[in-house]
């Protein structure tokens, strides 16, 4: 069993590595600006930050999903189990073991839950018996669903909607799940349920998990290994147990000082800001 906050029990083979990435929107909006990060085999990698820090952005570039947005790697380069896959048909990753979860819970809205589940088993070729089983896993993982899974997917609750974005996903068998703000709009019990189902996916399973959020305090909690983007660079990365106890980020990204906890706009200060950046 995975510690989620001890990368030693982390299996050492690099799946997925970006080195020096950047990323330009419109032929002239610089988003990315030499973003590097590596994503072991069985790891729970969290990329943090705020809103436009460029995590989106990173998913994208990974999954080949930014032409569609106008966006376009112009720099750097993207391996998947040491093969260059800048470029790749987003449809190729698929089959590869790599899939995105999007932001925002997309699903189809006028199929029922479970028609949204069998969706993402499309791409297999390994016959009825084995999507049933893989049915069955997800519907365990997500038992809400299963009592839902008849209804049609725009009638639910937002936190079943990203209950089956996440289900969905799993039907491909992946061996990486690229998961974008898992935690927007959700109650903080909710978000909790989510990332142990997260932790459990990771452990029983074996996925791999590069997952983008701005809720820093829940993701270093289930994560092994962060990231820290601002305005499209990477500002800090380590271990999560160590990165919560350091004090720029508690200060900066939880908001609690050697003083105690502060306000928001004490905590991004210019100065402190100017030294991140440096």
Not at 66 to 76: A, F, H, N, Q, Y
Not at 90 to 98: F, K, N
Not at 256 to 270: A, H, L, N, P, T
């Amino acid at each position: 069993m995975l510690d989620a906050a001890n990368t030693t029990d982390v299996q050492t083979e690099t799946l997925l590595e970006i080195n020096n990435i950047e990323v330009i929107y419109n032929h002239v909006i610089l988003v990315l600006k030499g973003v590097s990060l590596t994503v072991p085999k069985g790891g729970i990698i969290a990329l943090l930050g705020g809103n436009g820090a460029g995590k989106t952005t990173t998913l994208k570039a990974i999954s080949n999903l930014l032409l569609s947005e106008r966006g376009e790697v112009t720099k750097g380069s993207i391996k998947y189990r040491g093969q260059n896959v800048h470029g790749s048909d987003p449809a190729d990753l698929v089959r590869q073991g790599v899939i995105q979860v999007m932001e925002g819970r997309h699903c189809f809205e006028h199929l029922t839950v479970e028609e949204n589940l069998l969706t993402g088993a499309y791409t297999r070729t390994d016959g009825k018996a084995n999507v049933a089983a893989d049915l069955e896993m997800v519907y365990n993982y997500f038992p809400r669903l299963k009592d839902r899974r008849k209804s049609q997917a725009g009638y639910t609750s937002g936190g079943e909607q990203q209950m089956v974005a996440m289900g969905r996903a799993l039907m491909s068998r992946p061996e990486t799940v690229l998961l974008d703000e898992p935690s927007m709009g959700l109650a903080p019990q909710l978000v909790e349920q989510i990332f142990e189902i997260v932790k459990s996916i990771n452990e029983q399973e074996g996925v791999t998990f590069l997952l983008a959020e701005q809720n820093t305090n829940m993701a270093l909690k289930y994560a092994h290994y962060g990231y820290i983007l601002e305005s499209g660079r990477v500002v800090m990365d380590g271990p999560a147990d160590e990165l919560r106890e350091n004090p720029d980020v508690k200060e900066f990204y939880l908001g609690i000082s050697e003083e105690g906890r502060k306000s928001f706009r004490d905590v991004r200060s210019y100065r402190r800001r100017k030294r991140w950046l440096s």
